[in-house]
Structures are given as C-alpha cells and as structure tokens.
C-alpha cells in the first residue's frame, strides 16, 4: 500500500487559512481566532511554537502553541491552545508528530513544561496526551456562563 507522506513543519502565516478551514471541519464552530491573535500569540516569533502537518500540499493538522509567563510556575510554560486532525488522516500518528514538534521546540525555547486543558469527558484527547506521556496537572479550572 502506497503512504501518502506527511510533513511537519513550523507554522506560516500563510497557513492561517487553512487553519480556520480545517478547524471548522473538526468542531462545526466558528472559533473566535483572529488573524492577529494567531500572528502575534501563536505563528514565529519569540513565543511561537505552532506547526501544521501536510499532505499533498495541503494542511491536515495543526497545533497551536506559545510559550507564556505562568505565575503559579514562575516560570516560563507552553501552552497549547488547540490541536486538530482532519478526521481523513487520523490514526495515523500526525497528533503525536505534531506534539513531538512542539516539545523540541519548547525545548529550544528554554521552556521546561506544556501544559494544555482537556475537556474532562474527552477520553479520546486525555488517551493520546497520556500516551505521549503527559500527566494530568494539579490546577482545576472553573468556568462561569456570563
């Protein structure tokens, strides 16, 4: 059977697009990202450790990600803010591809910890951060409807 190759690389601006488009895909949501959200916080930069998986030329995954200042750390931690598969390519590896990007560039950033949030009744999501070797955190989050 003939794979179809992925490639990982750092996240463009170019890419935004895409993004947004297979994002939509994944949840049926209209998420409140940003172009410039996305630029400043997430894409380059200094605190920017995003990447997207392709294949064929085309965007298939993606994680967004940034190092942050985390008071209760005092320290410097990489935050994900979201990762998606089109669901075509997933079991496949591309989320561990991706998340293992994004630890070598925690890694080179100084930064010493990733963090992200999981909805608690997505055991689909907790099984492939805890088989990348994640552990679940100390800090219960609380959320009001306003």
Request: charged share 25%; net charge negative.
């Amino acid at each position: 059977m003939n794979e179809t190759q992925i490639t990982i690389r750092p996240m463009k601006p170019e890419d935004i697009d895409a993004v947004f488009e297979l994002d939509r895909r994944i949840t049926a949501v209209e998420r409140a990202f940003t172009y410039v959200h996305l630029i400043n916080g997430y894409i380059g930069g200094q605190i920017g450790c995003s990447f997207v998986a392709e294949a064929n030329g085309r965007v298939i995954g993606f994680v967004l990600a940034a190092i942050n200042y985390v008071p209760e750390h005092a320290d410097e931690v990489c935050l994900i803010q979201t990762l998606g598969v089109d669901p075509a390519y997933r079991r496949r590896g591309i989320a561990g591809q991706l998340i293992r990007a994004l630890i070598e560039c925690t890694r080179s950033k100084g930064a010493s910890k990733i963090r992200v949030m999981v909805d608690q009744h997505d055991q689909q999501l907790q099984a492939l951060f805890e088989s990348l070797d994640f552990q679940r955190g100390h800090l219960i989050d609380y959320s009001k409807t306003v």
